[in-house]
């Protein structure tokens, strides 16, 4: 599975394919972005789909200068640098396994150097451009950036051409550009022949002595002296080793003209070093940016903004979100059922849906009856009571009521065609499932305005509808992670080719989880996500990687941003909730247990049906 067929979840949309006008009207800044346009070395990280691209891209001098939304004036009045914005390629891979795989790997290794070295030049070149003559049809700017004479563009042009030994056509930075293209397209027919001067110059460089070397030639051609820029390399995961252990070398730089934004999953091999005595430091070196919500109401906040900028442009504008998809029903502490000082009273909701599994459910009853509440009397409950069993456990009582029926003497699970709509809707429910996460987000919130023509009240679609749309999205994720390859694993003489699949590993934690919540015995704290332990076998462990990487699960404990193998025990995860409408699961964190006992109870590595051929590749390169 290559990388556009991974960004087939919810839609093709990815912000590095667009121009940097497109990212600017579709930008909402988090608190993440202010934390990257600071004056030092960023490590951003998080799964597919969370931004990585769109926040690095809005750095550019042309995004800003298009940007026309409420913070923009502020956010351009703290960004102290230009941004250049270079994306990986995963054509470098492909590259040398196509052409030059007859290349012992040094002749190879000085291929991607000169690629990715041509890459960056290129990109360098395309910023100045924008701080020139490549500005938004609406520029923001009262001025250009960097005002330069033909002159002076040309003999800038030129004396670059000839450090690069580069031939120039046309003294512009146009030319230059076109050239930089050229060469690259020269480099894939002859794989990086070290006899070329080109390429010579470039086995003798990396990118600080590039960067300065045009920084130098900036400063003496135009008189601008004092610029500072910021290297936003994205998916560092695609790009081969070599440069990713440059690049993380260069978030110790203390070189004030250039700052590093690097963005990269959270698993990754090669940023282990960042762990180390001798590597950069988080806090000291770098700031590490994390691109998941630990704060539910700074979530909340961003998905009310992505919401209005979502629906600018259709006709629910007018509405708030929780107008229009009201609130949830008894998931979450502040909706409409848990409102008003009077919301266990006799004749209460809450009241009812208590009364209701203590019938339905005979373990249920039991807890009320050992902690000496009655449901009947839940308003007469003595306030330390009430605080500490009654409203912590409303929201599961009411989770498991929805799906338990009565059935002689004891409860049985509902069978149910599509996700309760009592819990699988509503606008809290939203923010919670798609986690902040923005492209799912947009995913199924542009779903849901599109009902809004075929609702009764042609103000606010139905909680039918929402659940269904809920169940829409959770499909689309198991099925886009179940084209992830397998991971191998050895059992035993008998079947010594077995394989595990993300999809295996997340349909047991699922059941799992659902059947700790729903299972024969009320729990007041499910089980609901997992701790990585020292028994948690190895190629599970792989396997969490490649969760983390693509979003599937989210860390709880803290905001360690990246992972190794081994450094992954201790922490403790759980799914994302956008899968809770599959395996029907509350949407929330619940109880944790160590991994390996939940891998003995569900038998996960007994047995698995599929097998693998010898030459199986590694799984997380299949990712990108």
């Known amino acids: 599975m290559n990388a556009h067929a991974s960004s087939a979840f919810f839609g093709a949309y990815n912000a590095r394919h667009i121009d940097p006008e497109e990212v600017a009207a579709r930008f909402v800044p988090s608190g993440r972005f202010w934390e990257l346009i600071q004056a030092r070395n960023s ?12 926040l690095l891209k809005m750095l550019q001098p042309k995004a800003l200068a298009a940007w026309a939304g409420p913070n ?7 960004v102290g640098f230009h941004g250049v914005f270079i994306p990986a390629d995963i ?12 290349y012992d790997s040094h002749q190879q290794s000085q291929y991607i150097r000169a690629v990715f070295l041509t890459n960056f030049r290129e990109a360098f070149i395309g910023s100045l451009l924008q701080l020139t003559r490549d500005r938004p049809q609406v520029d923001q700017y009262l001025s250009i950036p960097l005002s330069i004479n033909r002159e002076s563009e040309a003999s800038f042009c030129k004396n670059l051409a000839e450090s690069w030994q580069l031939y120039l056509k046309i003294p512009s930075l146009d030319g230059l550009r076109i050239a930089l293209v050229e060469e690259l397209v020269h480099l894939g027919s002859n ?13 003798n460089s990396n990118v600080i002595t590039c960067a300065k070397q045009i920084a130098v030639h900036i400063a003496q051609s135009f008189q601008a002296y004092n610029l500072r820029w910021g290297l936003c390399f994205d998916e560092l995961e695609i790009a081969p080793s070599s440069i990713q252990r440059e690049l993380f070398a260069y978030l110790r730089s203390t070189d004030q003209q250039f700052l590093f934004k690097l963005a990269i999953s959270p698993f990754n091999d090669e940023s282990a070093g960042l762990n180390e005595a001798v590597g950069a430091s988080v806090g000291n070196d770098f700031d590490a940016i994390p691109l998941w919500f630990t704060d539910s109401r700074e979530r909340d906040v961003f998905c009310e903004e992505l919401w209005d900028k979502q629906a600018s442009h259709t006709d629910v504008k007018q509405l708030k979100p929780q107008d229009f998809l009201l609130r949830s029903s008894f998931q979450f502490a502040n909706d409409e059922m848990n409102s008003g000082a009077r919301r266990y009273r006799e004749s209460s909701p809450w009241t009812q849906i208590f009364k209701d599994l203590e019938y339905k459910d005979r373990t249920f009853a039991k807890y009320l009856h050992d902690k000496g509440i009655r449901a009947a009397g839940l308003a ?26 009565k059935a002689g003497d004891h409860s049985t699970r509902r069978i149910l065609r599509s996700p309760p709509a009592a819990i699988f809707s509503g606008w809290d429910a939203l923010c919670t499932a798609t986690e902040g996460n923005p492209r799912w987000f947009c995913g199924v919130a542009s779903k849901m305005m599109l009902k809004r023509s075929s609702s009764v009240s042609g103000r606010s679609i139905t909680r039918d509808q929402q659940a269904l749309e809920f169940q829409s999205a959770a499909r689309k994720f198991m099925a886009w992670i179940s084209a992830i390859p397998l991971v191998p694993y050895t059992t035993t003489v008998e079947n010594p080719n077995s394989s595990l699949s993300l999809r295996d590993l997340v349909n047991n934690l699922g059941h799992y989880f659902s059947e700790s919540a ?17 028994s948690t076998p190895e190629q599970i462990r792989a396997l969490l990687v490649v969760a983390l990487n693509v979003g599937a699960i989210v860390i709880m404990d803290d905001r360690e941003v990246n992972f190794t193998l081994n450094s992954l025990v201790g922490h403790k995860f759980r799914l994302v909730h956008i899968l809770a409408a599959h395996f029907n699961i509350p949407l929330r964190n619940g109880k944790s247990r160590k991994l390996s006992t939940i891998l003995k109870e569900t038998d996960l590595l007994r047995y698995s049906p599929k097998v693998i051929p010898s030459n199986t590749p590694n799984p997380q390169m ?3």
């Open 518 to 534: 729903l299972g024969k015995k009320f729990s007041a704290d499910p089980v609901l996500s997992f701790e990585v332990d020292e």
């Open 622 to 624: 299949g990712l990108f």
């Open 191 to 203: 794989g990086g022949d070290s006899d070329s001067p080109y390429v010579k110059q470039l086995l």
């Open 43 to 54: 490590l951003l990280v998080g799964p597919r789909g969370s931004g990585k691209t769109h």
């Open 72 to 78: 923009a004036s502020t956010a351009r009045s703290k």
């Open 380 to 405: 007469d409950v003595p306030r330390p009571l009430m605080d500490s069993v009654v409203r912590k456990i409303a929201p599961l009582v009411g989770f498991r009521n929805v799906y338990l029926t």
């Open 91 to 102: 054509n470098w891979r492909a590259q040398v396994d196509s052409r030059f795989s007859k």
